[in-house]
């Protein structure tokens, strides 16, 4: 039982060698904020008056979703055998499309805590970002949490954890989060187990940005980890990728409030405030240096984000596109991997197509822009990048369907992706069966333990980012858990499908999908569609069509009759009301050609919940 | 009348008028609706304010009803007095339901006497009264005439028993004749009330209807299409698939067929549902709810237009007949139209009747309109090239679509 440290450290003026860095590896839900919350009372940084569930899950939507998008770090004294440490922990983000965020605050760290849930196991999610961590020579310590609940096996889960990571399953630390059991031994664990930071304080400084976070009050507040030398406050600072330079304003450690200090120095972890107001201009991943003095060498492992799906966002009220303008500029302060430009559909008006990292950080961002700026958004079906190359060897690079070349083309390129799928072994047939549909190719197959497989796929990124996972869990009973990471890209036979009403076509409908699931997607637009656009004065054909080709065609007949029967002395304010409430829907169709086509038709045309669709029929 | 109120403003307990209910109104016609909210049976495709005997508590039963729409007369008279509108007389009255029939027909004659007795009947003022095929005598019916009443309107519905048990209406069909010919043996004019459209109902079956109705020889024809109203029977029977769902392009073509065994008998149509042997034989009280005109309306749940004011009373006879009982209003809500709003109702409610509009009253939406419509055939071209907005019988099927493109909506 270690007490709390009767005297903290202080900052600036720390020995390195009393420095612990560590960040906590865990899935979505398998309590990893909880834990936190307890590391944050046990020390004492967080007095329990204050305490409230998921301390450092700043954003609504984290808060709501329960998922960490944004990781911080926070510095917490403890004591072990007489000697107070300061112990940096950095949170990470969880899910798969953050994972250079995630391999960025791991190369802030000497150690991570492998948490997992003992009632679940692992999942590919964590798999993939241990080996991150181990690819980064960061000792882990294997935690097992939720030791609580009565489902829990942590003999089983330890044993696999043993397996994976090496070593005695008797060494896998038992917690819970929740009541707190076994976590003060974690915490001395971290002091013993985790190797010091080794840095030069006497070299010129070089420290990492692991996260870069807007703030409406403060402006860019910038986390990162000193390697070598010192920051002060007031100095002049660079940007190494960009050579730019600010004045530091504040400079401090989160425990968990923002507390400004005298500056970092080797080892430490702490943020940095230079006035600048867009998170570009402080990149996770950039070293920063004194600027009278920088550095020869940058940390290196920097690159730019790179947006993997692309998708079109329109607001449904036409009027509303400079609002939806600004929230975009103004979540880009915020997420330096969100890019966009503007972008006219001849059917749903002027809008943005915007890059995403993964189909979560699509949904995050669309949600964002409704919760936070009431936007009404409309959001074409996801796609990925191709490259096309040309009879003339040109290529062209297609971020929209709409951009697909007409006439021949010699050859499309399509990203792929390396996935890896954990699940239990009864379900390895329906996911082989899957991901063949999907085009995958097996790379490979490893059982983790008895009943627990690891299935390696190289797969089609355009063939993920739909509905894949949606598919996976409900082909698995929800236990698959998946991750995955771009790998190169192959050549295929890819088409573009074009949706016509009335012989005009609607950009927002059209596909790019492989040949031989033309005549599906062509098939089930048109029938869709049918169901969804009301009948109109004259009769509209659907077609689907690759080039000149129609693959499909339905009817929509012309309606016959729209009148009420009777409008007599009490039916007139009704029938008023009703013409004025027809007015107002009016509003929400758009004209393709002469068709009108309600709002709600594009939104459940482009919606891929097929289960919707089945449980209408 | 729907059964269902509108949302509108709260209406004051005196009933006391907005001044704009008594601008211009010696310029509009006066008129009378008495609303019967009795039926012997409920049927299953009616979503009208209206109630079996069984459904009745004490205070609101038929024996004392006419007693309490002669007290609504009565204060119908001094709020609008109050209100400044000037004394007019009717120049309709009708009485709907309901079947007012089931009132005894004496009960009838007394509320059209109190009616003369306030306000008086204009010199050949049409006065009509709903019946049932089979709530009807030639005793009742001479009373009526008697009493001054000059038009019956029957609701025969359809002529094929199937259809009509789908319906729930319980008279027979070989009734309809017989009342036909002693309401003409009384005096009264008679109009025939036509459903089609009912599930079940055949082409065929339609087409035997029509011919019954035409054999009546009634001075006027209604026809409307099955609307399945929500909270109804019907509409829990179609939800539940017990009964088909209709068909728009069925009614569509029994509508094209209507019209066309009524124009070969002689019958002109002159609102989207409604057709006459001549002109004097159209229903001068439904022109005037289309035409703007004011009327009041009494009984529970009815509609009142004054002016661009409109108010409905409450629903139940009950609650009616208690706060006449206390001399208070019964208006439970009420609207007061701006120019705007009337223009809107005014382009909606003319453009269903063959008077039709004058191109000049639409907006400039509505006037970049007609061209299209006239190509597409729903627009009369003649007679928009001479300055009118007139429905052609494609229009007619289309009238809401019409309308919402001469509002530029």
Known sequence: MSPMARTAPVPAATDPAIIRNFCIIAHIDHGKSTLADRMLQLTGVVQPRDMKAQYLDRMDIERERGITIKSQAVRMPWELDGTAYALNMIDTPGHVDFTYEVSRSLAACEGAVLLVDAAQGIEAQTLANLYLAMENDLTIIPVLNKIDLPAAQPEKYAEELANLIGGDPEDVLKVSGKTGEGVEALLDKIVRDLPAPVGDANAPARAMIFDSVYDSYRGVVTYVRVVDGQLSPRERIQMMSTKASHELLEIGVSSPEPTPTKGLGVGEVGYLITGVKDVRQSKVGDTVTNYAKPAPESLGGYEDPKPMVFSGLYPIDGSDYPVLRDALDKLKLNDAALIYEPETSAALGFGFRVGFLGLLHLEITRERLEAEFGLDLISTAPNVVYQVTLEDKNVVTVTNPSEFPEGKVNEVREPMVSATILAPSEFVGAIMELCQSRRGQMKGMDYLSEDRVELRYWLPLAEIVFDFFDQLKSKTRGYASLDWKADGEQVADLVKVDILLQGEQVDAFSAITHRDKAYSYGVMMTSKLRELIPRQQFEVPIQAAIGSRIIARENIRAIRKDVLAKCYGGDISRKRKLLEKQKEGKKRMKMVGRVEVPQEAFIAALSSDESKDKAKK | MPSVLPVGDP????????????????????CLYVHIPFCAVRCGYCDFNTYTAKELGSGASQAEYSGTVNSELDFAVKALAASGVPERKLSTVFFGGGTPTLLPAADLASILRRADQLWGLEAGAEVTTEANPDSVTPESLQTLADAGFTRVSFGMQSAVPHVLKVLDRTHDPERVPQAVAWARAAGLKVSLDLIYGTPGESMADWVASLEATIACSPDHISAYSLIIEDGTKLAAQIRRSEVAAIDDDD?????????????????????????????????????????????WGA??????????????????PAAYAQRLSTSVSPAAGRETLDGRTRQ????MLQTRIIDGLATAELGPEGRDAVAGLIAEGLLDGAAAIAGTVRLTLQGRLLADAVVRRLLGY
């Open chain 2, 11 to 30: 209406a004051p307990l005196d009933g006391l008028l907005p001044a704009q209910a008594a601008e211009g109104a010696a310029g509009r016609e006066f």
């Open chain 2, 251 to 295: 009614h569509a073509d029994k509508y094209l067929k209507a019209d066309e065994m009524l124009a070969a008998a002689g019958y002109t149509w002159y609102e989207v549902s409604n057709w006459a042997r001549s002109d004097p034989d159209r229903c001068r009280h439904n022109l005037a709810y289309w035409r703007g005109a004011d009327w």
């Open chain 2, 344 to 347: 809107v109702e005014h382009i």
């Open chain 2, 299 to 316: 009984g529970p749940g009815a509609h009142s237009h004054m002016g661009g004011v409109r108010w409905w009373n409450v629903k139940h």
